[in-house]
Nanobody, 119 residues
Framework: QVHLVESGGGLVQAGGSLRLSCTAS????????MGWYRQVPGKQRELVAA???????NYGDSVKGRFTISRDNAKRTVYLQMNSLKPEDTAVYSC?????????????WGQGTQVTVSS
């Protein structure tokens, strides 16, 4: 089995920073794309940021210039550094990874971590 475990969410004031982490564990051959999505109740899930194994990144328009995604392939971990946080960044943030296990390439999700930005 494969598990993605997130950490680092919480409550922060507008203008503050948080760093999210997500570590994959299990019978993993390799990890391709990793990323973060967020969702607010009643709205569609949106891409926050994604990063390939080689380090190519992609960001949602609303977070460009404020958030930075990175990964440590040896640790099977993806990070999301969130700076200049705004109240509209409040959401449940979920980690995503495209993981190759013996014989199968599949998508996996973390359980989600709440980020709340107060004004």
């Amino acid at each position: 089995q494969v598990h993605l475990v997130e950490s680092g969410g919480g409550l922060v004031q507008a203008g503050g920073s948080l760093r999210l982490s997500c570590t994959a564990s299990g019978s993993i051959t390799s990890i391709n794309l990793m990323g973060w999505y967020r969702q607010v109740p009643g709205k569609q899930r949106e891409l926050v940021a994604a990063i390939t194994r080689g380090g190519t990144t992609n960001y949602g328009d609303s977070v460009k210039g404020r958030f930075t995604i990175s990964r440590d392939n040896a640790k099977r971990t993806v990070y999301l550094q969130m700076n200049s946080l705004k109240p509209e960044d409040t959401a449940v943030y979920s980690c995503y990874a495209q993981i190759l296990v013996p014989g199968t390439l599949d998508d996996y999700w973390g359980q989600g971590t709440q980020v709340t930005v107060s004004s």
